[in-house]
């Protein structure tokens, strides 16, 4: 008989606290600036839209890896880095807003968001990892404002349905950043003045360096 990691009682997690369990939402101390590995893996009491706030300036791996009943997530304009797996099968995750501080997006970062439908990669984002949006089935939309960035493989967005990509003026349309999208989608140019220069962000050691993790919540 197979095992199952929810067939006997829950241990009460050490994040537990950060979560208001009445509305789902998450409540970070201010002066945290970074969330580590596995900080809120399996948090399935994040529900609805979670908002994080800001002065955080990365996510880890498996940051929120299963959060199965989080259908939304607002990114703090300090955000720099996305790790691996941070929001790997975030099954109902619907809505992402990446924001324009954002530099760097993990493999498989948002792979297995069978309901996300569309996103917006902002301008200064120079590296997205292997698989980050792999298998994301309803992904019809793409909006690329990132000129020219690097990419880690050619299954950057395999298994999406992806009918339309937003590219910048900038963007060169080669066979190999073609290749990284289903056969048949659409390349649409954005106008110049949709593409407004980024205001600069404060630096990360201007925050008490604090995070939080999935091993003893501190």
Known sequence: MPFYKYDFPRITPPWIKYINVRNGSLELPENITQIDERAFCDAYELKGTVSIKPKVTSIGEL???????????????????????????????????????????GDSAFKDCFNLRSIEIPENVTKIGAFAFADCYRLSSVTLKAANPEFASKRTFWGCPIKTVFVSPQQKLTKEFKSQFPYGAEFVRIKEEDTQPVAPQKEASSFRTTAIDGRDGK
């Not at 939304?72 to 691996?84: A, F, H, N, V």
């Open 63 to 105: 940051a929120f890896h299963d959060c199965f009943n989080m259908q939304g997530i607002i990114l703090p304009e300090t955000l720099q880095s996305i790790g691996t797996k941070a929001f790997f099968h975030c099954t109902t995750l619907k809505s992402v807003n990446l924001p324009s501080s954002l530099k760097e997006i």
